[in-house]
């Protein structure tokens, strides 16, 4: 079994507090993608309460996450020992599961694209992403790993690939659709794909440590801050973005409207 390392108490706090701070970023997210809902039109209303199931899932998930990490570990001595009770981990692919194809509707829905084109696509990219996640899992449970060509490599190689399908539909397909965008939407989502692209690029890269001989406390606790700090950018952050879109979608739709219902121009 995979025993935790033993940690000073400054990493321990570390992680602690980071974990805290996720779970209070989820938590005001949630509220605020629920308080905002009428500041948008009624058709990208779903995009927002897509992004409020999703930091309400993760704050659950890390609420979790927090009690197993208090229970792993006991101070003894002036530093952390491990309990022997397992850090339980697989909260965090549970989550994913869940929340990574919904960010992608989030996504999807927002654009207010024309409902065949935004099926299909939408359907692709949930079982592209779940594909994804179920695949990287059997890897991740092989911890004492240390080569790309060990049976985790090869979980993370085949993990890669509904990856990049899904990095392929957003710059390939899902870029064209933003030639009919309002300029204001076309560049909010330019700079969501770039924090979407930031931030998940970060599990991948996390999930190769072992390959570099990274273990022990240092990478542990690296690993801990550095998913915290993702999962809030890529969740919360990211509806905020997705939050901006609806706002400017609203706002073009509303001028879309005055020009189209205004008088005709008397003729002399
Ligand atoms: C795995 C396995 C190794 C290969 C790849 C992976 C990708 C994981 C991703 C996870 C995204 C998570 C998000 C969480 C949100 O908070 C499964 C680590 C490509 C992209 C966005």
């Known amino acids: 079994m995979f025993e935790m390392p033993t940690l000073s108490i400054g990493q321990y706090t570390l992680v602690y507090n980071m974990l805290s701070f996720a779970i209070a970023s989820m938590f005001a997210a949630f509220v605020f993608f629920i308080m905002s809902q009428n500041r948008v039109a009624p058709k990208y209303r779903i995009s927002l309460m897509v992004s409020a199931l999703v930091v309400g ?63 299909s ?12 996640i179920a695949l990287g899992y059997p890897g991740e449970l092989i911890k004492d790993a240390t080569s790309m060509f060990s049976d985790r490599g090869l979980w993370g ?53 072992p390959f570099f001989g990274l273990s022990g406390a240092g990478a542990e606790v690296g690993l801990q801050v550095g998913y915290s700090i993702a999962d809030v950018l890529a969740k919360a952050g990211y509806g905020l973005m997705i939050y901006a879109i609806a706002r400017a979608k609203t706002e073009a739709d509303a001028e879309f409207e005055e020009v189209i219902s205004a008088p005709a121009p008397a003729v002399a």
Do not use: C
């Open 57 to 119: 899932i993760a704050g659950y998930h890390y609420f979790r996450i927090f009690g197993s990490w208090t229970e792993a570990y006991q101070l003894s001595g002036g530093v952390y020992e491990a309990t022997g009770k397992p850090f339980n981990d697989a909260y965090r692919y549970v989550d994913w599961l869940l929340t990574v194809p919904l960010l992608l509707v989030e996504l999807v829905l927002v654009l207010g694209l024309a409902r065949s084109k935004a099926n």
């Open 121 to 132: 696509m939408l359907t692709r990219l949930v079982i592209a992403a779940i594909a994804m």
């Open 157 to 209: 190689l085949l993990s890669t690939f509904p990856f990049l399908y899904i990095l392929y539909v957003l710059w390939g397909e899902l870029g064209k659709a933003m030639a009919s965008q309002p300029p204001r939407v076309a560049k909010l989502f330019e700079g969501i794909r770039w924090l979407l692209l930031a931030t998940w690029g970060f599990y991948p890269i996390a999930y190769m440590m």
